[in-house]
Each structure stands twice: as C-alpha cells, then as structure tokens.
C-alpha cells in the first residue's frame, strides 16, 4: 500500500508549481491547486496554470503586479489552455470580464502580500431571525403616484 504513495511524491516533484482555474459552466470562477484545494494564497514565483473554460459564455482573466495580465481563455472558447505566469509580491485579480458584477471574481495574493478584507465569493451572512421584523419591507426604488 505504500508504492503508490512514493509515485505521486515522484510526480509533483518536476516542472513548476501548477494552479487550476475553473470557469462555467455557471456563474463561477474558481482558482485550486493541483490537489484541487482552493487557493486563495501562494509563493512569489512561476507556475503553470491550466484553466478549465467550461462555457462559451465566461473568460478566464487574471492581471496584477509585475506585468501580469492574461487572458487565458476567451469568452466563446470552451476547453483546456495552459499558461505560464511568474508572480510576484502583490495581489492578483481573477475574473470573467462580462461577469465581474455578477460576482464572478476572485483573489489570489502572493507572497507578503495581505488580501484585502473583503471577498468577492463569499456570501453575506443570514440575517437575525426576528418574528416580529418580519413585515418591514425596503423602499422600493421608484415611487408611483396614484392618478385619480
Ligand atoms: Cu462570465
């Protein structure tokens, strides 16, 4: 039972680092390591990253410190392309550029750098529950006048 264990130590030893981006088939952008751990974190340095475009609606876009900015899958392309991308110190944006309002984003900050607080992917938290707020309704956003 323990050969296969020496195999994979063999097999993630060579090339460079790789991350895993995956984008569609929904509204979802997502970025993992090889395992396909999320990663939100990594060391300043090169790696090889392979992105999943599972949808001819989403691109696959990262940018940030040090010249970075690819785009590696187009919005009408589906399928698997590879890229190489050195990071350094500093905080990288991932996106489907049609998408970005609709949450389709995330972060990736590398080496010291500190992400910022908030996140793009999280959801907001459920309000209180109370039974007696219950009928408080939020403005609407344009009023209508009665005509007589
Ligand atoms: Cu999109």
């Known amino acids: 039972m323990l050969a296969p264990a020496l195999f994979a130590a063999l097999a993630v030893a060579?090339?460079?680092?790789?991350?895993?981006?995956?984008?569609?088939?929904?509204?979802?952008?997502?970025?993992a390591d090889a395992q396909g751990n999320r990663v939100t974190h990594v060391d300043p340095g090169t790696y090889t990253l392979?992105?999943?475009?599972?949808?001819?609606?989403?691109?696959?876009?990262?940018?940030g410190p040090g010249g970075v900015d690819v785009v590696v899958t187009s919005v009408e392309f589906v399928g698997d392309a590879?890229?190489?991308?050195?990071?350094?110190?500093?905080?990288?944006?991932?996106?489907?550029d049609p998408h970005?309002?609709?949450?389709?984003a995330g972060l990736l900050s590398v080496g010291n750098a500190q992400p910022p607080a908030t996140t793009t992917t999280a959801a907001p938290p459920p309000p209180p529950k109370t039974t007696t707020a219950a009928k408080k309704k939020p403005t609407p956003p344009k009023k209508r006048r009665k005509k007589p």
Do not use: R
Not at 16 to 26: A, K, N, Y
Not at 50 to 63: M, P, R, W, Y
Not at 100 to 104: A, E, I, L, R
């Open 82 to 96: 590879t890229v190489t991308v050195t990071l350094v110190d500093g905080n990288y944006q991932y996106q489907c």
């Open 100 to 104: 970005v309002d609709q949450g389709m």
């Open 50 to 63: 392979l992105v999943h475009d599972k949808s001819a609606e989403h691109d696959f876009h990262i940018f």
């Open 14 to 31: 060579a090339g460079p680092p790789q991350l895993v981006g995956t984008v569609g088939p929904g509204f979802t952008i997502s970025l």
